[in-house]
Nanobody, 119 residues
Framework: QVQLVESGGGLVQPGGSLRLSCAAS????????MGWYRQAPGKERELVAR???????NYADSVKGRFAVSRDNAENTVYLQMNSLKPEDTAVYFC?????????????WGQGTQVTVSS
């Protein structure tokens, strides 16, 4: 069992930055790929960024060049650095521990943290 707790969300002006954190319980954090997802009102949840145990990263086209995912296995934490934020980045952001079964599938979810980009 892995428990995930996100933090770092808030209100930021367009062009600003935020850093989200996701702290994981359990000693097997390092074996999981980790993903950041977001869900805006009336929209489906979408993958924003993913980082494998070997720290290979993937990003949604909409955030490439602006967001960066990283992990600290010693601290059982994954981060999402978000720069040049846009109003369309407004959403609830979730982290997830992923397992691989032909593709990456979320196994555990955090409770989410709200990010609002507005002037």
């Amino acid at each position: 069992q892995v428990q995930l707790v996100e933090s770092g969300g808030g209100l930021v002006q367009p062009g600003g930055s935020l850093r989200l954190s996701c702290a994981a319980s359990g000693s097997i954090f390092s074996v999981y790929a980790m993903g950041w997802y977001r869900q805006a009102p009336g929209k489906e949840r979408e993958l924003v960024a993913r980082i494998t145990p070997a720290s290979t990263t993937n990003y949604a086209d909409s955030v490439k060049g602006r967001f960066a995912v990283s992990r600290d296995n010693a601290e059982n934490t994954v981060y999402l650095q978000m720069n040049s934020l846009k109003p369309e980045d407004t959403a609830v952001y979730f982290c997830a521990a992923l397992y691989y079964s032909g593709s990456y599938v979320p196994k555990y979810w955090g409770q989410g943290t709200q990010v609002t980009v507005s002037s």
